[in-house]
Antibody, heavy 122, light 109 residues
Framework: QITLKESGPTLVKPTQTLTLTCTFS??????????VGWIRQPPGKALEWLAL???????RYSPSLESRLTITKDTSKNQVVLTMTNMDPVDTATYYC??????????????WGQGTLVTVSS | EIVMTQSPATLSVSPGERATLSCRAS??????LAWYQQKPGQAPRLLIY???TRATGIPARFSGSGSGTEFTLTISSLQSEDFAVYYC???????????FGGGTKVEIK
């Protein structure tokens, strides 16, 4: 059974760096084809993809946010970490991590964490 | 960046009726399209990928069709648990980006 759970601060100040951790079980990020992504959703708004990391450490970022994002993995701990620099109130959102569906060339997400709401405010 | 446009923004449907949701891409995404369902306070749930393949455990009343720039999600007979927001997502323009539509809310008429 695959599960994912996000953790991190619920409140950050403008200009600070956000660090979120996704802890998962039921799969290994050392297995070929496996990927974990981050997606966010501002209150009442649509989903926005942020980043994706693969089992081979290939990393992909949203072009509009690439300069602010870093995604890493710790295979031994079954964790994926996302950092986002220079936080702004517009970054207030629920942040989800999700497991990439293991079908060739499919970048959709079949298991999601419950999400964590991050508020950016001074 | 490929822009995904969903219509209508809100769809009012009676239980038992058919619901038809549309998703349009600003350029061709072939069949590289997924649909998700999201209920209030919950994470999205994958319904369809490859434009028409149901994900594991998804009821047969959900079906997807289309290719290129025009896609449709059909719910053949709405059940009470189907009232939710639905999002499409393209993964053809990869790299660099995965993009979601703005969502369609299916509400009780």
């Amino acid at each position: 059974q695959i599960t994912l759970k996000e953790s991190g601060p619920t409140l950050v100040k403008p200009t600070q760096t956000l660090t979120l951790t996704c802890t998962f079980s039921g799969f290994s990020l050392s297995t070929s084809g496996v990927g974990v992504g981050w997606i966010r959703q501002p209150p009442g708004k649509a989903l926005e993809w942020l980043a994706l990391i693969y089992w081979d450490d290939d990393k992909r970022y949203s072009p509009s946010l690439e300069s602010r994002l870093t995604i890493t993995k710790d295979t031994s701990k079954n964790q994926v970490v996302l950092t986002m620099t220079n936080m702004d109130p517009v970054d207030t959102a629920t942040y989800y991590c999700a497991h990439r569906l293991r079908e060739t060339a499919v970048r959709a997400f079949d298991y999601w964490g419950q999400g964590t709401l991050v508020t950016v405010s001074s | 960046e490929i822009v995904m446009t969903q219509s209508p923004a809100t769809l009012s449907v009676s239980p038992g009726e058919r619901a038809t949701l549309s998703c349009r891409a600003s350029q061709s995404v072939s069949s590289n399209l997924a649909w998700y369902q999201q209920k209030p306070g919950q994470a999205p749930r994958l319904l369809i990928y490859g434009a028409s393949t149901r994900a594991t455990g998804i009821p047969a009343r959900f079906s997807g069709s289309g290719s290129g720039t025009e896609f449709t999600l059909t719910i053949s007979s709405l059940q009470s648990e189907d009232f939710a927001v639905y999002y499409c997502q393209q993964y053809n323009n990869w790299p660099p980006a995965l993009t979601f539509g703005g969502g369609t809310k299916v509400e009780i008429k």
